[in-house]
């Protein structure tokens, strides 16, 4: 069987970037499973497994306009220490949550500053190229429940 939409693939990879430094590695664990054309994994990579079957093994190079997207300086933003609560300890590069106007957002903190925060909303993988190193595992159908949800359920899928 061949990776398109409505299947359901299964992978192990280890993403790296440009300096060669794992960012991510499903080595050692269970291989990612992800529905097929349905916007459960970046672009690039879907594209790079789009008619593949069991067994493919490739290097894979994503741009950011095929990744997490540029970097928009407009994302970067101070807020003010009030914004955040009165007792929560607030360092670089840290992950903090805040309710943004389509919905809860997930901010890095970039620095501090005398009277707050350095936020950027930007994914922290945007701007990067990132070099995949994959091998599909398997290729099956997915379930009509599976379709009907948008992502695979069961072993390295999501569980209801």
């Keep these: 069987m ?3 939409r409505g299947m359901v693939v299964t992978m192990h990879y280890t993403l790296t970037d440009d300096s060669g430094a794992v960012l991510d590695s499903s080595q050692g664990g269970n291989p990612l ?3 097929h054309g349905h916007g459960n994994i970046i672009p690039g990579l879907e594209k790079a497994i789009e008619g593949v079957t069991a ?7 994503v741009a950011p ?9 407009e994302s970067v933003f101070e807020a003010p220490r009030e914004h955040f609560p009165p007792d929560m300890q607030i360092e670089p590069g840290q992950r903090v949550h805040a309710e943004g106007p389509n919905g809860p957002i997930t901010l890095t903190v970039v620095e501090l500053t005398e009277t707050g925060a350095i936020l950027d909303a930007n994914h922290p993988l ?3 190229t990132l070099h995949f190193d994959v091998e599909v595992v398997t290729v099956r159908p997915a379930t009509a429940e599976e379709m009907t949800h948008g992502h695979v359920h069961g072993e390295g899928g999501h569980h209801h």
């Design 126 to 128: 945007a701007g990067k």
């Design 65 to 73: 306009t095929e990744g997490y997207g540029e970097s928009d300086p």
């Design 2 to 4: 061949k990776a398109a």
């Design 55 to 61: 067994g493919f093994k490739s290097k894979v190079t």
């Design 33 to 35: 499973a992800y529905l």
